[in-house]
């Protein structure tokens, strides 16, 4: 399983034209654009959010980045930041959790140069969102 969708999520990006950067120390950077494919291909609207307020912790700047919020349905969010480097997304992650955010269930994941949240009541048990994080791990 996991072969096809690293085969799918490669295809997607060759056919798209977007290209998955590898820096000088071999490290993979992948692109917002990119997340975004992931999340077409396996049919899930990123739309925008209405009515979030400005204290909610999940579009906080952190180490320097302003996260891309999206909904994904009326209840369940997802936020990703794109730091320039996986240590840069270490630093946010650290940051992140110096901020109180337990009272809200959610999933984080820390993906070469990405740091991503889904928010959501059942946060921790989207396969779909899983698969996405998997397929992203593959590109590594």
């Known amino acids: 399983m996991r072969s096809v969708m690293f085969i799918f999520l490669l295809i997607t990006f060759i056919s798209s034209g977007c290209t998955i950067r590898v820096s000088s120390k071999d490290e993979v950077i ?3 654009e990119q997340i975004k494919q992931a999340f077409a291909a396996y049919n ?44 840069e997304a270490k630093k946010g992650l650290s940051e992140f959790e110096n901020i ?9 994941n820390q993906i070469a140069n990405i740091l991503l949240f889904y928010i959501a009541e059942d946060a921790s048990t989207n396969v779909r969102i899983n698969e996405i994080v998997k397929g992203l791990l593959v590109t590594k």
């Open 30 to 32: 992948i692109t917002s």
């Open 44 to 87: 899930i609207p990123l739309s925008d959010p209405q009515g979030l307020s400005p204290n909610n912790v999940f579009i906080r700047i952190l180490n320097g980045v302003k996260p891309e919020v999206y909904a994904i349905s009326e209840d369940k969010l997802i936020s990703f930041y794109v730091y320039s480097s996986n240590q």
């Open 100 to 108: 109180p955010a337990s009272f809200v269930m959610h999933s984080k």
